[in-house]
């Protein structure tokens, strides 16, 4: 999610009084953040104990906090998260629900598993290779770096020493679908900069075919692919209005 900590003081705001509203206005932040770590889920008989991937990023928004002198060891402080949060997200994230969806797509449970495929690697790189285009186009990444950083991506989802599973990543397909996430939102910026955005579409195909009876919006979502046409569903879900896009959608459901 996006101003996560933002959104935590708007719901705490209305229980303030005016006395307390003061006092945190005075000493208590609520900085947004971007955290990157992939936690697979897990059951341990010591519920404190927990496996994690060795990489780790935590970057905050220093402009909202309000106690400048403490600083966290292996935290980033940075005066713009915009284009930090959306580097993740959008890199991260989708990189991770492409390979998650496409390896379902494929027949695969394990990310592990999907992205040892050709044709599920060949896809991330695809999806990963447009919003990276469209990163450094909007924020002025390095691409060289950018380069690297997408590789560190790829070589963190095949840590042999974790097991993800492809229903968590792909938990909530609805959700991922939403016109601010990781499909609709970098097709919609990279169609804007004139970028090439169709491998995105591809996935977005196969998010729209997901089938988890087990994940409640899954369900839903399948149920209103049999009750309605494909055009309402992707205008329901995605909230996309351009029937351009629509229509680049439902062409490649149905050729899929
Ligand atoms: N797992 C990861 O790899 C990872 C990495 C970085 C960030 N995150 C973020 O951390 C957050 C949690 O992810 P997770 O993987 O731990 O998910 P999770 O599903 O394992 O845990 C979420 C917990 O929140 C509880 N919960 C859900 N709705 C609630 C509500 N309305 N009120 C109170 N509790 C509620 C659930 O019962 C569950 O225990 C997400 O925002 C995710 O994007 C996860
Ligand atoms: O938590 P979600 O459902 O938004 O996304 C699933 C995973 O991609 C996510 O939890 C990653 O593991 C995490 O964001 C890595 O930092």
């Keep these: 999610m996006i101003g996560g900590s933002q959104f935590l003081l708007d719901k705490v705001q209305p229980f303030l009084s005016a006395d307390d509203m003061d006092y945190v206005d005075s000493y208590v932040g609520f900085p947004n953040a971007a955290v990157d770590r992939i936690v697979p889920i897990q059951q341990h008989e010591d519920p404190l104990f927990v496996s994690v991937e060795p990489f780790s990023e935590w970057l905050v928004d220093d ?17 713009d998260l915009a284009p930090y949060i959306e580097r993740k997200l959008f890199s991260v994230n989708t990189g991770h629900a492409t390979t998650a969806y496409t390896g379902a797509f494929y027949g695969y449970t394990t990310i592990g598993e999907a992205v040892a495929d050709r044709k599920v690697l060949d896809q991330l790189k695809a999806v990963l290779q447009e919003t990276g285009d469209l990163l450094i186009a909007k924020w002025q990444f390095e691409r060289p770096q950018h380069e690297q950083y997408i590789q560190k991506i790829i070589d963190r989802f095949k840590n042999p020493y974790i097991s993800d599973d492809i229903t968590r990543v ?48 899954s369900v839903r979502l399948q149920e209103m692919v049999k009750e309605k046409t494909m055009t309402e569903v992707i205008q329901e879900v995605t909230n996309l209005s351009e029937p351009t896009l629509v229509a680049q959608i439902v062409e490649k459901v149905r050729n899929s």
């Design 170 to 217: 792909a938990r909530t397909p609805i959700r991922k679908l939403g016109y601010d996430e990781r499909f609709i939102r970098p097709i919609r910026e990279a169609k804007d900069y004139g970028l090439s955005y169709e491998a995105l579409v591809d996935v977005v195909a196969m998010i729209l075919q997901y089938d988890d009876p087990k994940d409640e919006e």
């Design 63 to 79: 402009t909202q906090s309000k106690a400048k002198q403490i600083r966290l060891n292996n935290v980033g402080y940075v005066s």
